[in-house]
């Protein structure tokens, strides 16, 4: 991931989380009220997977061998596929 759109991803997580008593109130006008909650889950959950790869990603870059992006030294493991 880029510089670029990891910035665009970390501000949109925030517009997300400062919105979510907004999203939650709408949602609860037309739906059961989730979707604040949802959207935050799942923005917690690609940070959490993108931090997880920036660290692979570095212990990778200090053993010598870390080309490409951080996500590409994400381990096989359940985060990978979040």
């Known amino acids: 991931m880029t510089t670029d759109a990891r910035s665009v991803l970390t501000a949109f ?7 979510h008593p907004a999203l ?4 609860q006008l037309s739906g059961d009220g ?3 909650d949802n959207l935050r889950e799942g923005l917690d959950l690609v940070a ?3 931090g997880i ?3 692979f990603w570095c ?3 200090v053993a010598g061998d870390a080309p ?3 996500a590409d030294h994400l381990p096989d493991t359940d985060a990978r596929r979040r």
């Open 53 to 55: 790869a920036l660290l």
């Open 48 to 50: 959490g997977a993108l």
């Open 13 to 19: 997580a925030q517009a997300a989380r400062t919105a």
């Open 34 to 36: 989730d979707f604040g």
């Open 68 to 70: 490409g992006e951080p």
């Open 59 to 61: 212990r990778a870059r």
């Open 24 to 27: 939650t109130t709408l949602d």
